[in-house]
């Protein structure tokens, strides 16, 4: 049985820092794209970083410098730092691993809140 199990969501003030982490089961997540996407409220969701089996990374414009993607292929991991945080910055975010469009796992997501 794949899983994804996301942690390190919370609340946290404008301008702060968190880390999200995503643990994998079931798959070798090495062999995976690993991606964070997040879906804000009456939003759709959208891609916020991702990384390559090979560790290339992407990152969308709104986090560009902001926030790192990285993975850790023996322990299943890939995480989310995130820093110098927005209000805008506020949802929920997901871990998602895809090797192709049937090969497609998601995790139960995380709530991201940026607020004084």
């Known amino acids: 049985q794949v899983q994804l199990v996301e942690s390190g969501g919370g609340l946290v003030q404008p301008g702060g820092s968190l880390k999200l982490s995503c643990t994998a089961s079931?798959?070798?997540?090495?062999?995976?794209?690993m991606n964070w996407y997040r879906q804000a409220s009456g939003k759709q969701r959208e891609l916020v970083a991702s990384i390559s089996t090979s560790g290339l990374t992407n990152y969308a414009d709104s986090v560009k410098g902001r926030f790192t993607i990285s993975r850790d292929n023996a322990k299943n991991t890939v995480s989310l730092q995130m820093s110098s945080l927005k209000p805008e910055d506020t949802a929920v975010y997901y871990c998602n691993a895809r090797r192709s469009l049937s090969n497609d796992w998601w995790g139960q997501g995380t709530q991201v809140t940026v607020s004084s």
């Open positions: 079931g798959i070798m997540s090495r062999i995976y794209a």
